[in-house]
C-alpha cells in the first residue's frame, strides 16, 4: 500500500501563486509517475501535470507556462509550484502516483485551491 498526504493549497487572489506538495510512503518502486489532477464543481477530474522517476513532465495546455512540477525521488515527494493562478484553476487538487509494475494506482486525499477574481 502507498499513503499519500498532501499540503499546502488555499485561497488566493487571481494572479497570485501557490505551492502543492505531496508526500509519499509505503510500498513504492523506484519506477513510478507522480502527479496533480484536479477536479472543479460540477467537472470531471483532470490531469494538470504528471512526472516520472527519470523526471519527463507531462502538463495539461491549460497550465502550460504557469505551473512547474518536480519531485525529489530520495524523498517521494512531488511538488506543484502554481503562478500566475487564474479563478479557473479552482478545484480539489489530486496528488497521484502509479506503480506501472504493479499496475497500481494511489490517490491522496485532496487539497482546495480556490482562486478568486
Known amino acids: 500500500q502507498v499513503q499519500l498526504v498532501e499540503s499546502g493549497g488555499g485561497l488566493v487572489q487571481a494572479g497570485g501563486s501557490l505551492r502543492l506538495s505531496c508526500a509519499a510512503s509505503g510500498r513504492i518502486l523506484r519506477q513510478n509517475v507522480m502527479g496533480w489532477y484536479r477536479q472543479a464543481p460540477g467537472k470531471q477530474r483532470e490531469l494538470v501535470a504528471t512526472?516520472?522517476?527519470?523526471?519527463?513532465?507531462d502538463y495539461a495546455d491549460s497550465v502550460k507556462g504557469r505551473f512547474t512540477i518536480a519531485r525529489d525521488n530520495a524523498k517521494n515527494t512531488v511538488n506543484l509550484q502554481m503562478n500566475s493562478l487564474k479563478p479557473e484553476d479552482t478545484g480539489v487538487y489530486y496528488c497521484?502516483?502509479?506503480?506501472?509494475?504493479?499496475?497500481?494506482?494511489?490517490w491522496g486525499q485532496g487539497t482546495q485551491v480556490t482562486v478568486s477574481s
Open positions: 512526472i516520472t522517476s527519470g523526471g519527463t513532465t
Open positions: 497521484n502516483v502509479k506503480i506501472p509494475f504493479f499496475s497500481s494506482n494511489y
